[in-house]
């Protein structure tokens, strides 16, 4: 174990335990000196298990932290919550994180939420930033939208002569992979 590591069984005893010590243990452990593997387990937890108090520690983590695969897992733990506060920290984090890969893992978990403005942020990202990997998972993105609204949104995009060649024809690419009826017509 790493300097300040916990044993998994401790961190899912602290998340199981309903007081205020125990919460503020895993906030510790989220934003401390623990290895990379624990504060991604602790942030889960919080994420998971301590409601808005887990929401702010794993938001705060999202934007602050120095390592970008804490980043990225803090995007999926607080996707994962159903905090109110997910979608527009995904949002913000999809335009605003300095690494491309947390910037597409940001549109990812926003389209599993499955937040009403969805499709607009992530075809937003799709036209503004500036990093072809991000450009191309956010087209994934708009893939994992709930039922009909991905087959509308890639549909938008295929259609779209805006955009790249490329760009439409991935649109074209993740509708045939769709099994909804309305990607096939």
Do not use: C, Y
């Not at 999809?94 to 893992?105: I, K, S």
């Not at 075809?123 to 991000?134: F, I, M, N, P, W």
């Not at 994992?144 to 991905?150: F, I, K, Q, T, V």
């Amino acid at each position: 174990m790493a300097h300040g590591d916990v044993d998994d069984d401790v961190l899912a005893a602290l998340a199981m335990h309903r007081g205020e010590r125990a919460q503020d243990a895993l906030s510790t452990i989220a934003r401390g000196d623990s290895g990379v593997e624990t504060r991604k387990k602790a942030i889960f937890w919080l994420a998971m298990l301590r409601g808005a108090v887990g929401a702010d520690v794993t938001s705060a983590v999202m934007f602050s932290d120095k390592d970008a695969s804490v980043r990225k897992h803090a995007a999926f733990a607080i996707a994962e919550s159903k905090s109110p506060r997910a979608a527009p920290d995904l949002i913000r984090l999809g335009n605003t994180d300095q690494d491309g890969d947390v910037r597409a893992q940001a549109w990812f978990w926003l389209a599993h939420t499955g937040a009403a403005n969805s499709e607009e942020a992530i075809e937003a990202a799709l036209r503004k930033d500036q990093d072809e990997h991000v450009r191309e998972q956010a087209i994934f993105a708009l893939s994992r939208l709930p039922d009909e609204r991905a087959t509308r949104a890639l549909i938008a995009v295929a259609e779209d002569q805006t955009l790249s060649h490329e760009q439409r024809k991935r649109a074209v690419f993740w509708l045939a992979q769709s099994e909804a009826a309305g990607a096939q017509s």
